[in-house]
C-alpha cells in the first residue's frame, strides 16, 4: 500500500478578515511548510495513480484545492525516444508553474544544464529527474539525489504533474479573467447606486492589480478567491476538495466521529461569516464566498461508504445507524489492565523520579500525563537536571516535529 499524509500545509495561518466595528482590515498572513506541501502532492499523485492507497487525513480536507479534472489534465509524460524540443519543454514545466533557477535547486522548480534539463518533482523530497536530450530526441532519463548528485537509476518515462493544486491552463485563465471583470462591472453598478464611493474604489483597485497579476504572471496573491471562475463552477457549487481524488468504491474511517462530525458543519459556518463581510465592504467580489469549505450536507452527498469510530458517538452517527452499532475493545498487546495506585501528593515529584528511574533500569519508559502545559515544561526541566533523558509533547510543538 501506498501510505500517505494529508493535513493543513499552514504552519502560521491568519485569514483575511475585515472589523466594521473598529475599521480594521486585517491582511492574509501565512507561512506553509514545504514539507507538508509535497505529503498533500504525494496524497493526490497516488489517489490518481493507484487503487491501494491509505490517505491520513485532517478535516481540513473539506476545504478547497485544485479541480481534480484539471490537476490530472495539467501534466505530462516523457519517454527515452521521444522527440521533443528543449524549449517546448521548458515551456511545458513552466505551465505546471515550476520555476526555472540556477542555484538553488529545490522542489517545484527545474534548471537547464546544456543539453540536460534537471526537474525537482512537486512530490518528492530526495529524489530529482535529468532529462538529457540530443536534438529533439530525448536521449536518457535518470533519476538522481539533488543533494549528492548521486545517481539512483535509470528510467524508461517520467510522468510529470504540476506544482501546485491551483494551476490553472491558459485558455480556462483567458475565459476566468472575463467573467471576473464582468462581475467586477456588475458589483461596482451595485456599490455605486447605493452610494458606497469608498468601497467601489477599494475594490476596483485591488480586483484590477489582481487581474493585472493574472494576466502577465497566471497567479496573483489570494488567486483562491477567484476559484469559482477558475473552476468553471456555478455560483453555490461545491468547491472541488479531496474527496473529488478519492474512488467512488473508498471506505473512510472517521475517528472520534463525535467531535469530527460538529466540526464539518462549524467550519463552513465561520468561513462564510468572514468572507460575507469582506464581499461587502469592498474588499473581495460576492463569488470569494464560493472558495470554502464544504457545507455538512454537501459532504454528507460525497462521502463514500463511511466507519464512524467513536466511543461516545454523538447523535447524528446513532440516528445515522438506527440504534444498531458494533462494540470494539481491542487489546493489541494481549495485556490486563495494569494496576492503578492513588498516591499522596505530597513528595509526589520525588516519587515519580524514583519510578521513573525504576522503570529505566529495567529498559522500559515511562509516560507522565500533567495538567496544563507549563507543568509539562517544567517538569521536563526538572527531569532532565537529574539525570533523566526526557522531553514534553504539547499542542505547541508542530505536527512534524511530535
Not at 529533439?136 to 539525489?145: G, K, L, Q
Not at 460576492?286 to 472558495?291: F, G, I, L
Not at 452499532?325 to 499522596?344: A, K, N, S
Not at 509516560?367 to 526526557?390: P, Q, S
Amino acid at each position: 500500500n501506498a501510505v500517505e499524509y494529508f493535513v493543513s500545509y499552514y504552519d502560521y495561518y491568519q485569514p483575511e478578515a475585515y472589523v466594521p466595528r473598529t475599521d480594521t482590515y486585517i491582511e492574509k498572513d501565512s507561512s506553509i511548510n514545504e514539507q507538508i506541501d509535497r505529503m498533500r502532492h504525494s496524497a493526490t499523485r497516488a489517489l490518481l495513480e493507484r487503487d491501494d492507497v491509505i490517505i491520513v487525513a485532517s478535516v481540513s480536507c473539506i476545504y478547497g484545492i485544485g479541480s481534480v479534472e484539471t490537476y490530472s489534465s495539467m501534466t505530462f509524460k516523457l519517454e527515452v525516444g521521444e522527440r521533443i524540443d528543449q524549449r517546448q519543454l521548458i515551456a511545458d514545466l513552466v505551465a505546471l508553474q515550476y520555476k526555472r533557477i540556477q542555484s538553488d535547486f529545490a522542489r517545484g522548480t527545474f534548471r537547464v544544464r546544456g543539453d540536460s534539463v534537471e526537474i525537482f518533482p512537486a512530490h518528492y523530497e530526495d529524489r530529482a529527474w535529468r532529462v538529457s536530450l540530443f536534438g529533439d530526441e530525448v536521449e536518457s532519463i535518470v533519476e538522481f539525489d539533488p543533494l549528492t548528485g548521486h545517481k539512483s537509476g535509470d528510467m524508461k518515462a517520467i510522468k510529470v504533474y504540476a506544482s501546485s493544486h491551483y494551476v490553472t491552463p491558459r485558455p480556462t485563465l483567458i475565459q476566468a479573467i472575463s467573467g471576473i471583470k464582468a462581475e467586477l462591472k456588475m458589483r461596482l453598478d451595485e456599490l455605486y447606486k447605493m452610494g458606497r464611493l469608498l468601497e467601489a474604489q477599494r475594490l476596483e483597485q485591488r480586483t484590477r492589480y489582481d487581474l493585472e497579476m493574472m494576466e502577465a504572471t497566471g497567479a496573483c496573491a489570494g488567486i483562491e478567491n477567484y476559484s469559482r471562475w477558475l473552476t468553471g463552477r456555478k455560483p453555490g457549487e461545491p468547491p472541488p476538495t479531496l474527496f473529488e481524488y478519492v474512488p467512488d468504491n473508498a471506505l473512510v474511517f472517521i475517528d472520534e466521529s463525535h467531535v469530527t462530525i460538529p466540526q464539518i458543519g462549524a467550519m463552513y459556518r465561520g468561513d462564510f461569516r468572514r468572507k460575507a463581510t469582506l464581499a461587502e465592504y469592498g474588499f473581495r467580489l460576492p463569488s470569494c464566498m464560493d472558495n470554502r469549505p464544504l457545507r455538512f450536507e454537501e459532504w454528507e452527498a460525497m462521502r463514500p461508504q463511511t466507519v464512524h469510530v467513536s466511543a461516545t458517538p454523538g447523535p447524528w452517527e446513532m440516528d445515522r445507524t438506527g440504534g444498531v452499532f458494533v462494540e470494539q475493545v481491542i487489546r493489541p498487546t494481549g495485556l490486563i489492565d495494569p494496576p492503578v495506585e492513588i498516591r499522596p501528593a505530597r513528595s509526589q515529584v520525588d516519587d515519580l523520579l524514583g519510578e521513573v528511574r525504576a522503570v529505566a533500569a529495567k529498559g522500559y519508559r515511562s509516560l507522565v500525563t500533567v495538567l496544563t502545559k507549563r507543568m509539562a515544561e517544567d517538569l521536563t526541566e526538572y527531569l532532565h537536571e537529574n539525570g533523566i533523558r526526557v522531553r514534553y509533547m504539547h499542542s505547541d510543538i508542530d505536527t512534524i516535529e511530535r
